[in-house]
């Protein structure tokens, strides 16, 4: 589905209009790390404070993929996931709204996975040498840390994943992911040990 970007306002005229409302205001993110039980994500928060003594400034959150997948996010993925919150802060207090809470910005990026339109430049694109692709990237250390977390110190339960999918060394990206969804469906040793909420808990 496409949106037509002219009923959407941008990210920066709602600042100049929220600076324009309140000149004494200040705007401030906060980078909240990587989303509880979904490493693939990070999330931030904004608020929008209408003075520096503002009680009760507006709230605004976002998460963006901690790896973006497209023209847009790619290497811009803390910029943009910045960019949204302040916008959606803004937003909640009613200011620069247009036709909907989302920004301009927020809605060409989702067009843009969703395959609606181009982005308005090519990436550039780096041809195989040889004739040989490229190695997939290796495993981030969030995926590490999640997937160390996940095992709970049981190292075979890796081993013995990685020996059925032939796999030596370490672990690209996409072989992570798999491990981690398999891991997943594991039973733990101590369940709590993964800091995930979980339901039934009082302690």
């Not at 550039?124 to 997937?147: A, E, L, R, Y």
Request: hydrophobic share 35%.
């Amino acid at each position: 589905m496409s949106y037509d970007l002219a009923d959407y306002v941008d990210v920066k005229t709602r600042i100049e209009l929220f600076y324009d409302k309140f000149p004494d205001g200040s705007i401030q993110f906060e980078f909240m790390g990587v989303m509880d039980g979904n490493p693939d994500y990070i999330w931030g928060i904004a608020r929008a404070y209408r003075t520096a003594e503002d009680p009760r400034p507006f709230v605004g959150t976002c998460s963006e993929l901690a790896q973006g997948k497209t023209a847009f996010t790619r290497g811009s993925e803390l910029a943009n996931l910045e960019t949204s919150a302040i916008g959606r802060a803004i937003g909640s207090a009613g200011i620069g709204l247009g036709k909907s809470m989302a920004t301009k910005q927020e809605v060409s990026a989702a067009q843009a996975r969703q395959g609606d339109i181009s982005p308005d430049y090519e990436p550039k694109v780096v041809k195989p040498m040889n004739g040989q692709p490229f190695p997939i990237p290796q495993m981030t250390k969030k995926q590490s840390d999640f997937i160390l977390k996940l095992a709970n110190g049981q190292i075979h339960l890796i081993e013995e994943w990685k020996a059925s999918k032939s796999i030596k060394g370490t672990l690209n990206i996409d072989q992570a992911k798999q491990l981690i969804e398999h891991l997943k469906t594991m039973p733990m040793a101590d369940p709590w040990a993964l800091d995930i909420p979980r339901g039934g808990h009082d302690e």
